[in-house]
């Protein structure tokens, strides 16, 4: 698997941007050397690929389009009836060597990692920050952890998901490489008001 590059390379600048008085509303940052594997199948046969799953991640599979699973330091999500994004550390070696041959031909298996680029926002004003373009309502009271949301920001197709991390507001954001330069513009546009960090990418 070659190294991933960012597709921010040229519009990311690390610090703090827009109001600079009082802490920061809001801090993000890209995160690098991400695992993304898809995992997909058929009717009829899925549920059989799902449980193999299960066994390898020891967890188990989500079972609607709205809330992951998370189990440490990975979250899966299932995306479409019979197809599941796997998310996790470059390192997760589990997800790494995942392919056909681990289920059999009724089963497809694509690392889509250098396909996404994933956002990280957090702080106090993340889900107004987030609100400003995402038609979801991500208050905590029907957004809570784990629920995610595939839809649009700014006319961008995004996958957004309230990471479990207690106490905290903590977003990951999985947009595609192509949109990414356009999805970061408006992100630190919109951030600006709040008072933002824009931290390393980690």
Known sequence: MSDQRSALVAVYR????????????????????????????????????????????????????????????????????????????????????LDESTFGSDTVVTDIGHSRTVVRVTGTGARELLNRGL?????????????????????????VHGVPVAGENVFDVYVTSDYAVSFWEWLTEAAQSFGCEVGKPE
């Open 14 to 97: 690390p610090g703090r941007i827009g109001t600079r008085v009082g802490t920061a509303g809001v801090a993000i940052h890209e995160r690098l050397g991400r695992t993304l594997v898809q995992v997909s199948g058929w009717p009829g046969t899925f549920d059989a690929t799902c449980r193999k799953l299960e066994a390898l991640c020891s967890c188990r599979m989500p079972h609607d389009g709205r809330t992951a699973v998370s189990e440490g330091v990975r979250s899966i999500f299932r995306v479409a009836p019979e197809r599941l994004w796997l998310a996790g550390p470059e390192g997760d070696e589990t997800l790494r060597r």
């Open 135 to 159: 038609p979801v309502d991500l208050d905590v009271s029907v957004f809570p952890a784990d629920a995610f949301a595939q839809s649009v920001i700014h006319h961008i197709p995004v996958l």
